[in-house]
């Protein structure tokens, strides 16, 4: 069983909750510090959740985010830092949904969320019905917005 997560965060490390939790779990983790990185390392050999931190990257997240997406369902969680404009955020979170992220996470985060969505997501894709991203399976994308 494939049990890989592809993860991009601050200094190429999760809080050690987050690590303890997939680890303990059975996942095996490997960081990234860009995008670019990860979706080399992907086509090579895939994993069943990606992690991709905004903040951290300087390539084009949403773009590699429809990459992964144009051949897998793999989940795919974003995280970005904070912003006081709720139309920003909002807009960045319709634009990412429709680039095949299913999760938008606004830093800071309680620990706890992220395990929330990693497990329904986890979950949802092991339950053998066929996952889909929201966005992808409704044929939203931005310019319906």
């Known amino acids: 069983m494939n049990n890989l997560v592809y993860i991009i965060v601050e200094d190429n490390q999760p809080s050690s909750h987050i690590k303890q939790f997939l680890e303990g779990q059975g996942y095996e983790l490997r960081f990234f510090e860009n995008c670019d ?14 992690i991709m931190d905004m903040d951290v990257s300087n390539s084009d997240n949403f773009a590699v985010c429809a990459k992964i997406r144009q051949t897998s369902s793999v989940p795919i969680i974003l995280i ?5 404009d709720e ?6 979170h319709i634009f990412g949904m429709s680039f095949g992220v299913d999760v938008y996470l606004k830093k800071p985060f309680s620990d706890i969320t992220l395990l929330t969505y990693i497990r329904t997501l986890l979950e949802e894709v092991n339950s053998g019905r066929q996952y889909v991203n929201f966005a992808y399976r409704h044929n939203l994308f931005v310019q319906d917005f």
């Open 80 to 84: 970005t830092s904070e912003s006081s």
């Open 37 to 50: 990185k990860l979706y080399e390392a992907y086509q090579h050999k895939k994993c069943i959740l990606a």
């Open 87 to 92: 139309n920003y955020i909002f807009e960045n």
